[in-house]
């Protein structure tokens, strides 16, 4: 009877075509890393990061730069994948505390669990659901922090689940948000737009150069009638929008501009239903706030807007004497890391010293 009852409970793997799995789901290995150590690595050697893992960027300069001492307060305000964390937890050396930020409630989850299984409990490692806009309400229970660590970056685990809506390249529903629980998707905030709303919004959130041509088909397709509501229906309107090009241009040229703005559109429309210049604006002014005296501030960037937001709050608390030191120049990361994880290539890291 014991034996029926296991052959009930038990999954077998997901099937796929070919010798290799293609789609995320299929990539039954890649999701469980602590069984298939061997095949992540495999991956990770080729230049890819494996299916449902977030490969930390820029680890080594960032501790380097806190300067983290056992029995400190520590705060990730961005928690993700939990590889930051992990090497931060790693400094304190079972002394002190750390806490972990998220609004994503489907991976904060995974990676408390994750934390939790390396022995990382509650006594040293506190994980809360809410947004780093809202580091005033962590202070209230973990006091002056030491060090703080953001990475403003989108998890690859997001981007690469279809069912997250982060990317063009798969089939998903054209959602975007960092918490599905909250807020409107992308698909419901095109539905809606007006010609002028979104073309400000493609040049204000990714410098996107035919901002009115992409911006006209999608609000023109839509008020025919028509929807937007998945990643390749959005993909397919960018690139009518982008048939101009034909004329004139090689065939690899004008897909190497669709594939752009495609990108940049996605970006766009990720940074809009997600507020996210609002909120990192939100935590900078109260950043200095939570801080302990002489605390430390690391926060990795990916565009422009988001580094002239953090250089600029930088550069204007230390003229008034709240910060004593901040970076001169961004930190990149060095040409193996990019090349072991091409999506570091457009990381910048700044730094903050509280006085």
């Not at 890819?48 to 080594?60: C, E, F, L, Q």
């Not at 939100?282 to 960037?301: C, D, H, Q, S």
Request: charged fraction near 30%; proline fraction near 4%.
């Amino acid at each position: 009877m014991e034996n029926q009852n296991q052959d009930k409970n038990h999954k077998r793997r997901v099937r796929y075509k070919g010798s290799h799995p293609r789609t995320f789901s299929e990539k039954y290995k890649e999701h469980q890393p602590e069984k298939y150590g061997d095949t992540v690595e495999k991956v990770i050697s080729k230049g890819s990061t494996p299916a449902g893992m977030h490969i930390s960027i820029m680890v080594k300069e960032i501790l380097d730069f806190l300067q983290i001492k056992p029995g400190q307060t520590g705060l990730d305000a961005t928690l993700g994948y939990g590889g930051h964390t992990l090497a931060m937890l790693a400094c304190l050396e079972g002394k002190g505390h750390m806490y972990g930020l998220d609004v994503d409630p489907i991976e904060m989850e995974k990676t408390r669990k994750r934390l939790e299984d390396k022995g990382y409990g509650p006594d040293i490692m506190t994980v809360k659901h809410i947004n780093f806009a809202d580091i005033d309400k962590v202070y209230e229970e973990s006091g002056p922090i030491d060090f703080v660590l953001a990475d403003l970056g989108v998890s690859s685990m997001q981007i690469d689940n279809p069912m997250r809506g982060f990317s063009y390249k798969v089939e998903g529903p054209l959602d975007l948000r960092l918490n599905p629980e909250a807020g409107i998707s992308a698909a419901e905030r095109l539905s809606t737009i007006t010609l002028s709303e979104l073309e400000g919004m493609l040049v204000e959130n990714s410098d996107e150069p035919y901002a009115y041509e992409i911006a006209k088909e999608v609000t023109s397709y839509i008020k025919k009638g028509e929807k937007i509501e998945t990643t390749t229906q959005l993909a397919e309107r960018i690139e009518k929008a982008l048939q101009f090009l034909i004329k004139g241009n090689k065939k690899e040229e004008v897909e190497q501009e669709i594939k752009k703005s495609c990108q940049r559109t996605f970006q766009a429309l990720r940074i809009d239903v997600n507020s996210e210049f609002e909120v990192l604006h939100e935590f900078l002014e109260k950043l200095p706030g939570v801080m302990a005296p002489g605390g430390r501030i690391a926060i990795l960037t990916f565009h422009s807007g988001e580094d002239v937001l953090v250089k600029k709050s930088f550069k204007n608390l230390q003229k008034e004497g709240i910060y004593s030191e901040v970076a001169k120049d961004v930190i990149r990361p060095c040409a193996e890391e990019c090349f072991r994880n091409g999506r570091a290539k457009s990381t910048k890291l700044r730094w903050a010293v509280k006085a």
